[in-house]
């Protein structure tokens, strides 16, 4: 089973009928087109806003069904407060509110009366549709059973009433590939772990090739060749191989230099021999987080077509106990050279990106490198669920990765790097440890991960605390939240893009 949501656009002069949502301003202000749609129910309408208390306020709502001598089967008012104040995440938010009050037992055809104020402009009108987009998705595959009074899989068609239909529907074009984006990170992140094993993973990722990205998918020899030994030893113990996945996509000039995106792609983290507590083990499903987050970023920056160099890269593996996993004590030779002595196994995250930021460093030469992980459970301690934890040794590329977080509702706060936290990883026997103990968890994973990254821009999201189980929003019900897919879109977008 899975529903799926259709969004066209036609001209206001349409006839609303079927389920009919307008919008509200503060103080029930309605714009001339919803007043000509009310006015044959405008007794009916006044009479349920004044008995219901609503007045427009942005976040209510009020629901009429059945309304007489209008050709709608049910009337909802939207409240919108002051349209004039609106923000781009504001009228997001709104297509996330909609869908969420839109009948879940009907699957009648929806239509928005997209006016505010006035008529919405065509950016606003497809910012309206991806809010519901976003809200819409939900993760039902292995759902044999369906809900009471539920018709299987449901089809939904929402049409947005709007000005210029011609404009809205360009708009949305990019707005729905980078929907189809985080969609996509979102079902990888809440795919079983029995399913999404490294291979079938990269396998998922190769289907980007539809759009034009080119892919490659190393495996274990190849890793081997290039002395990946840190990654390597994490998957040892999984009888999964490992694999890295390159996927490139050039849209920028040619010879210009890529933004390089990578990801942390733990299949399923236990732990390995440090092996973590039984309870909520099943959570480290999502331990690819950031690697769906990436592979999600270049589905949307390939099917919007973006006029930009990007190559994605993620690590991927399982790390789990066995006869033959790496131990405690082991000391392992990374790409670079750099000797890492094994604390603990279940710090694992920073060794498998130590080798592949160093391998995209070393081949791609990249402008600017940004890496997203599950990486610390410290950085929940430190942030709690609403920012992901931002690391960089580059102000502007912090400033542009902060930016895009405050207009896509994707927050990051930034936390420190500085060299005195280094001294917490001095090892005994080699270049250094693999944990720094339990004070500044988060910081000292990144400072690990410092290492690995020569004098390359580079920023490291911490996003255990927002890529899954986190809080449920307007434009997000999904356990794997598919956080990222949007910031890194607009930190490309508006950083990178010509
Ligand atoms: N994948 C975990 C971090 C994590 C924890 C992500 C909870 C999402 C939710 C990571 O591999 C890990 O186990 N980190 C350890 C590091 C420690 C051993 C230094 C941690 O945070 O406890
Ligand atoms: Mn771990
Ligand atoms: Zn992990």
Redesign the pocket.
């Known amino acids: 089973m899975h529903d799926t949501l259709k969004i066209s656009f036609a001209p206001l002069s349409a006839t609303a009928s079927g389920l009919v949502v307008c919008l509200v301003g503060e103080d029930v202000a309605l714009s001339s087109e919803t007043a000509a749609l009310l006015a044959p129910a405008k007794d009916l309408f006044e009479r349920a806003a004044a008995e219901d208390g609503f007045k427009g306020k942005s976040g209510s709502f009020l629901d009429i069904i059945a309304p007489e001598k209008v050709a709608a089967s049910r009337l909802i008012a939207a409240g919108i407060g002051k349209p004039s104040d609106w923000k781009e995440l504001d009228v997001i938010k709104l297509g996330g509110a909609i869908c969420a009050r839109l009948p879940e037992a009907s699957t009648e055809a929806t239509v928005i009366l997209a006016t505010a104020a006035g008529p919405l402009d065509a950016g606003q009108a497809a910012d309206l549709a991806l809010g519901l987009r976003l809200r819409f998705y939900s993760f039902d595959r292995y759902k044999t059973k369906k809900k009471d009074g539920e018709a299987g899989a449901k089809k939904r068609v929402i049409t947005l009433l709007v000005a210029d239909e011609k404009a809205a529907r360009k708009a949305y074009k990019a707005r729905e590939a980078i929907a189809d984006g985080v969609d996509l990170a979102r079902d990888l992140v809440n795919e079983p772990p029995n399913v999404l094993y490294p291979t079938e993973f990269a396998k998922r990722a190769g289907d980007l090739s539809r759009l034009g990205v080119d892919i490659e998918v190393l495996n274990e020899k190849d890793m081997k060749k290039l002395g990946m030994g840190a990654l390597l030893a994490v998957g040892q113990g999984s009888v999964r191989d490992s694999h890295v996945v390159v996927m490139r996509w050039d849209g920028g000039k040619d010879g210009e230099a890529p933004v390089c995106l990578v990801g942390k792609g733990?299949c399923f983290?236990s732990?390995g021999i440090s092996l973590k507590p039984g309870e909520g083990m099943q959570?480290?499903k999502g331990?690819m987080g950031g690697a769906a987050a990436v592979v999600g970023a270049m589905h949307a920056l390939a099917a919007r077509k973006a006029r930009v160099n990007v190559v994605g890269l993620i690590g991927l593996v399982e790390n789990m106990p066995d006869g033959n996993a790496y131990r405690p004590g082991d000391i392992l030779t990374s790409m670079s050279g750099q000797t890492i002595e094994m604390i603990?196994t279940?710090?694992?995250?920073r060794l498998v990106l130590a080798d592949v930021l160093w391998y995209a460093k070393d081949r791609f030469k990249p402008k600017v490198m940004v890496n997203l992980a599950?990486?610390?459970?410290?950085i929940m301690v430190a942030l709690g669920q609403e920012n992901a934890g931002l690391f960089s040794n580059d102000d502007a590329v912090a400033k542009g990765l902060t930016d895009a977080g405050l207009v896509t509702g994707e927050k990051v706060w930034r936390m420190p790097l500085s060299t005195e936290y280094d001294k917490l990883m001095d090892s005994q026997f080699a270049d250094m440890k693999n944990?720094g103990g339990r004070y500044g968890?988060a910081i000292t994973a990144a400072q690990f991960l410092k290492r690995f990254v020569g004098d390359t821009p580079w920023a490291h999201l911490d996003v255990?605390g927002t890529a899954m189980n986190s809080n449920k929003g307007d434009l997000n019900r999904s356990w794997g939240a598919g956080w990222g897919v949007r910031l890194l879109d607009r930190f490309v977008a508006d950083g990178y893009e010509r």
């Open positions: 733990v983290d732990g959570d480290m331990d603990n279940d710090a694992e995250g599950t990486l610390t459970g410290a944990t968890g255990a």
